[in-house]
């Protein structure tokens, strides 16, 4: 029997571990799902559907709701192209160049992470409500940002600015430079080497983070919250919606607004799932 076969064999031996624990650990993976994920989701589809359908669907074809949901993907159509930009020139500067202040770049992608969507909520009300630095100066000319589409769509871009760029940062420093020195060498321009040689490499780690980008985006609270001002039918995104809907002890309509929320979020897991399993099969083909 060869190493390489013990070897095997051994690791083999080491994944499948003792039976006992591993269906234990397997049970209580199971459990906590079921518990915290299943059962909640199972919770909303019965409030939603408590009164029947035709309550469930005049609940999400409300004037206000449609509002929400328009608004809420105006955010999104918005915030995730220009993380898309953002976050591949971001990663193709880490990843490709050496330069003065790189690390402060890469502190500054990770910022959102480290502060509450709350505060960035009121560090754009600070800078442009009516009392804040640009107000007077916005007034003046008739430009509202704040409790406007404008101030959502900021704190939508806020908060997501991460997701493209963290994805993609890890992924091409591990692939390198070298195939785009190689385009250089054969004459390709700058557009040519990305397009052909640097894109199609990052393609299904750029959908990845692409998909993480528009979940985050379409379910942000905190920050929207902060520089909406809740108006109905103006600047209430869908989760804002659910929120006063909920507060008003219209419940049924909540679920069912919350409902449509979970039914999008459930796309996005699908693409989110069907890009990983594209990244994973890549993977494997280059081992």
Request: with cysteine; hydrophobic share 55%; charged share 15%.
């Amino acid at each position: 029997m060869t190493s390489a076969t013990l070897a095997a064999q051994a690791l083999g031996a080491t994944r499948r571990g003792n039976p006992w624990s591993r269906r234990t650990l397997i049970g209580a993976a199971w459990l906590v799902f079921a518990f915290f994920l299943l059962l909640p989701l199972l919770v909303v589809i019965n409030e939603a559907l408590k009164q029947g359908l035709g309550t469930f669907f005049a609940a999400i074809l409300e004037p206000d709701a449609l509002a929400a949901l328009r608004l809420t993907l105006i955010a999104v159509g918005i915030s995730v192209p220009l993380n898309l930009v953002f976050g591949v020139a971001a990663a193709w500067c880490v990843s490709k160049y050496e330069f003065r202040g790189k690390s402060l770049l890469v502190t500054l992608i990770d910022l959102p992470f480290s502060v509450s969507p709350v505060i960035a909520g009121l560090i754009y009300v600070l800078l442009f409500g009516a009392q804040g630095w640009f107000g007077p100066w916005l007034m003046e000319r008739d430009i509202q940002i704040i409790f406007a589409v404008p101030g959502i769509v900021l704190a939508t871009l806020f908060v997501t600015v991460p997701f493209v760029a963290r994805e993609l940062i890890p992924l091409m420093q591990e692939q390198g430079t070298q195939e785009e020195e190689a385009a250089r060498l054969l004459g390709a321009s700058g557009w040519q080497m990305f397009w052909h040689v640097t894109l199609p490499n990052i393609r299904w780690g750029l959908i990845y983070g692409v998909v993480l980008c528009t979940a985050r985006a379409m379910g942000e609270f905190g920050a929207v919250s902060v520089v909406s001002g809740h108006i109905r039918g103006l600047t209430n995104t869908l989760p804002l919606h659910v929120e006063i809907l909920y507060n008003e002890y219209n419940h049924v309509a909540a679920f069912s607004v919350a409902s449509l929320l979970l039914a999008l979020a459930l796309l996005i897991l699908l693409l989110k799932q069907w890009s990983e399993s594209r990244i994973n099969r890549r993977k494997a083909a280059e081992d």
